[in-house]
């Protein structure tokens, strides 16, 4: 079992920037790849980025968000993060941390992935 414990959410004006965190427990976050999500009022939950297992590895975004957020992980500390810059009014959810062994869970496979945090709260005004 993984457990995921997100923090870092918080209110910011348009423009702002937020760093997000995900520490894991209970399993060594290196055999996963890693992922973050996030849920609008009355939406769906969507996919904002992932990284693969390896520290500086390989990552992916949304388009929504390419060139604003960086997602990094750090093994050793069992945590990966989301660096959310030139934040707008739309990027405003419940930001999710997931885990997965198969990146393309992370990715496509949206029900498929093995473990997620709680959630934190990210609200960015006009």
């Known amino acids: 079992q993984v457990r995921l414990v997100e923090s870092g959410g918080g209110s910011v004006q348009a423009g702002g920037s937020l760093s997000l965190s995900c520490v894991a427990s209970?399993?060594?976050?290196?055999?996963?790849?890693m992922g973050w999500f996030r849920q609008a009022p009355g939406k769906e939950r969507e996919f904002v980025a992932a990284?693969?297992?390896?520290?500086?590895?390989?990552?992916l975004y949304a388009d929504s968000v390419k060139g604003r957020f960086t997602i990094s992980r750090d093994n050793a500390k069992n945590t990966v993060s989301l660096q959310m810059n030139s934040l707008k009014p739309e990027d405003t959810g419940v930001y999710y941390c997931a885990a997965d062994q198969v990146l393309h869970s992370i990715v496509a496979e949206i029900s498929d992935i093995d473990y997620w945090g709680e959630g934190t709260l990210v609200t960015v005004s006009s």
């Open positions: 990284i693969k297992r390896r520290s500086g590895a390989s990552t």
């Open positions: 209970g399993r060594t976050l290196s055999e996963y790849a």
